[in-house]
């Protein structure tokens, strides 16, 4: 395996009260959870700072969203500085639920990439085709096009602050997975890119993680394919099982 360290990300979406987060916190500290992965977890706004405050300090928490400012007249939004003074170090950007619900674009969510790492929050970046562009045979095309608008926001230095998350969109909340064979092409792929277009450096170093329907029964072959580097989990980490999935790797 690569030297890359292991990421499970936990994206509870619009999920949850301060009794279901005290839950997750339980399972989680019950664990164990593999000391070899970096488990970060993302509540809804409103719970950043309460879910900061009960969970360990060796698990992250990141923010769902955030915008490319530091502040304004941008209701309901919230910016990199107050996740930030909030203790938490993370934020999801350019979920497909952003893209296909909310409608933000590549251009969007690149600048909102540039803003969150020049703040020094690390960012969760997620790319990823929907069924008809799969279908088209237009997944590279799609994956590379959203990739290439967040590489022309970060600098060389920037890439260690980075994990991007490779999330099909055919394959989230559907119960469909992407087979480890299929989502290890696109990782491989999209690796060899990177080389071409950032370095073989960043390439080798930077971790793609896979999301889409990951759970207990699916996590192990997956994270057991060379270029995936972890998992953006959606409803299973809401559940005990995700410390399953956080413990993928271990034998």
């Given at each position: 395996?690569?030297?890359?360290?292991?990421?499970?990300?936990?994206?509870?979406?619009?999920?949850?009260?301060?009794?279901?987060?005290?839950?997750?916190?339980?399972?989680?500290?019950?664990?164990?959870?593999?000391?070899?992965?970096?488990?970060?977890?993302?509540?809804?706004?409103?719970?950043?700072?309460?879910?900061?405050?009960?969970?360990?300090?060796?698990?992250?928490?990141?923010?769902?969203?955030?915008?490319?400012?530091?502040?304004?007249?941008?209701?309901?939004?919230?910016?990199?500085?107050?996740?930030?003074?909030?203790?938490?170090?993370?934020?999801?950007?350019?979920h497909s639920e952003r893209r296909n619900v909310f409608g933000?674009?590549?251009?969007?969510?690149?600048?909102?990439?540039?803003?969150?790492?020049?703040?020094?929050?690390?960012?969760?970046?997620?790319?990823g085709e929907k069924l008809e562009e799969r279908e088209a045979?237009?997944?590279?095309?799609?994956?590379?096009?959203?990739?290439?608008?967040?590489?022309?926001?970060?600098?060389?230095?920037?890439?260690?602050?980075?994990?991007?998350?490779?999330?099909?969109?055919?394959?989230?909340?559907?119960?469909?997975?992407?087979?480890?064979?299929?989502?290890?092409?696109?990782?491989e792929k999209l690796r060899a890119w990177l080389a071409e277009?950032?370095?073989?450096?960043?390439?080798?170093?930077?971790?793609?993680?896979?999301?889409?329907?990951?759970?207990?029964?699916?996590?192990?072959?997956?994270?057991?394919?060379?270029?995936?580097?972890?998992?953006?989990?959606?409803?299973?980490?809401?559940?005990?099982?995700?410390?399953?999935?956080?413990?993928?790797?271990?034998?």
């Amino acid at each position: 395996m690569s030297e890359r360290k292991f990421f499970v990300g936990g994206n509870w979406k619009m999920n949850g009260n301060k009794q279901s987060i005290n839950g997750i916190a339980d399972f989680l500290k019950a664990g164990p959870l593999d000391p070899n992965t970096e488990v970060v977890v993302s509540p809804p706004a409103c719970y950043l700072e309460y879910t900061r405050q009960i969970l360990d300090s060796k698990i992250g928490v990141a923010a769902q969203n955030c915008y490319k400012v530091a502040s304004g007249a941008f209701t309901g939004d919230i910016s990199a500085n107050m996740i930030k003074d909030l203790g938490c170090e993370w934020v999801i950007l350019g979920h497909s639920e952003r893209r296909n619900v909310f409608g933000e674009s590549d251009q969007l969510i690149g600048e909102k990439t540039k803003y969150a790492l020049s703040q020094g929050l690390k960012v969760i970046a997620c790319i990823g085709e929907k069924l008809e562009e799969r279908e088209a045979g237009k997944t590279e095309e799609a994956v590379f096009r959203q990739t290439q608008a967040l590489i022309d926001n970060i600098s060389a230095d920037q890439w260690s602050s980075v994990v991007l998350a490779y999330e099909p969109v055919w394959a989230i909340g559907t119960g469909k997975t992407a087979s480890p064979e299929q989502a290890q092409e696109v990782h491989e792929k999209l690796r060899a890119w990177l080389a071409e277009k950032v370095s073989k450096d960043v390439a080798a170093q930077v971790r793609i993680i896979y999301g889409g329907s990951v759970n207990a029964g699916n996590c192990k072959d997956l994270g057991a394919k060379t270029d995936i580097d972890g998992f953006l989990v959606g409803g299973a980490s809401l559940k005990p099982d995700f410390v399953q999935i956080v413990n993928a790797r271990q034998k």
